[in-house]
């Protein structure tokens, strides 16, 4: 009998992206119940390159895994596929949110979301990373549709963290620093968090800070209105961090006081999750996949009111009751959304799909 060996297949393998971590975490939990995969890209890092191979040597004979979230011309190979073909879909963010920003980007989304409608004939599960993504699905037709995690390598935020930012920002110094993660995008509504905290800072706490932690690569023209933005507010002790090593992004989640994501359009929002493990409080939009990542392990705020989500953080800061059971909330929500957990979601499906044993390939 032929051993199953199943392929992944996704435009980009980058360094250190949700989409990228995922395939990764699906090829280690494969490979620990004895199944024989591989990772297919059209673009790969240079980083990269010893996990992954030429998207145009992918078998089209063999079970693949495809990864839905942007535009690509692999996605018209699908039907080229003889076997058991699964979807993995992220989200895909609507184009509008870059339009007068990146018009490459807006029609790669663009063509995403048309290609998105077009196979929901040719694959014969569909995975989503949220049920918020698994509603878009059903609401195009997808048959056997299912919501599996991201698998999450907690293990990588125990890494040493970059001392150098960790002196520069040190909590002793009396700041409170607020956070966000995320590529400079806007989806990801940085003007809002800025609004959020040129209210904190002038009323509340002049000593404060806030991080903008994300590379602006593409985003150029948002990232200049940013800028302008923090000008016209004189505002003060606005860091943003441009791309930076992984060291670097986990000092300052060490150095933050609390986290704040003012975004619209999340498939997941891994960050929220990274700020669980950092144990911070958490106030976060109420959009897209927010709510059921977050749980509730933070707070969910409905309306984009400045002033009222500014003396949220103080609130927060300064009630231990409150910071003690937000504490114990992220705790059993890291435990529902932990490695092991996703790892066993996602084995249990495939055993399923394919009729496998408990140890497979059996």
């Known amino acids: 009998m032929t051993p199953l060996i199943i392929n992944q297949l996704l435009p980009t393998l980058s360094y250190g992206d949700a989409v990228s971590n995922s395939a990764l975490g699906i090829s280690r939990a494969l490979s620990k119940i004895g199944i024989k995969n591989a990772i297919y890209a059209e673009t790969i890092h240079p980083k990269m390159m010893k996990y992954a191979k030429s998207a145009t040597r992918c078998p089209r004979n063999q079970p693949v895994i495809y990864h839905m ?18 979807m993995i879909y992220h989200n895909i963010t609507p184009p509008h949110f870059f339009t007068g920003n990146n018009p490459l980007i807006e029609q790669l989304c663009r063509d ?37 995690p991201l698998i999450i390598n907690f293990d990588e935020y125990n ?10 920002y040190n909590s002793d110094d009396g700041y409170v620093n607020l956070l966000f993660v995320g590529r400079i995008a806007p989806n990801k509504r940085q003007e809002d968090i800025i609004k959020v905290f040129y209210y904190y800072k002038k009323f ?67 960050p929220l999750v990274e700020a ?5 409080p958490i ?30 953080v103080q609130i927060i800061l300064d009630n231990q009751t409150i910071r003690e059971r937000l504490a114990h909330n992220r705790k059993a929500r890291l435990e529902e959304l932990s490695n092991e957990k996703a790892e066993q979601v996602f084995l249990d499906r495939i055993r399923s799909i394919f009729h496998l044993g408990v140890h497979c390939n059996e």
Not at 114 to 140: G, H, I, M, P, T
Not at 276 to 280: K, R
Not at 293 to 305: E, I, P
């Open 69 to 86: 979230s942007i535009g690509s011309n692999l996605a018209h190979s699908i039907p080229e596929f003889e076997q058991t073909k699964i």
């Open 112 to 148: 995403g979301r048309e290609q998105l409608a077009s196979l929901k004939n040719y694959f014969d599960f569909a995975f989503a990373v949220s049920e918020y993504n698994r509603q878009e699905l059903v609401q195009l037709g997808y048959p056997n549709t299912s919501v599996v």
């Open 159 to 168: 890494l040493t963290p970059s001392n150098d930012i960790i002196e520069k």
């Open 204 to 270: 509340i706490n002049q000593r404060s800070r806030l991080f903008l932690v994300g590379s602006h690569n593409g985003m150029e023209r948002y990232y200049h209105e940013l800028k302008a933005l923090v000008e016209s507010l004189q505002l003060t002790d606005v860091i943003f961090t441009g791309h930076i090593p992984f060291d670097q992004i986990l000092a300052y989640y060490h150095v933050a006081d609390l986290f704040l994501c003012m975004s619209e359009h999340e498939g997941f929002c891994v």
């Open 276 to 280: 669980m493990l950092f144990d911070l």
């Open 283 to 312: 106030i976060a939009y109420d959009s897209s996949a927010i709510a059921s990542t977050l749980g509730n392990a933070g707070f969910l705020v409905s309306k984009k009111d400045y002033k009222a989500i500014a003396e949220l």
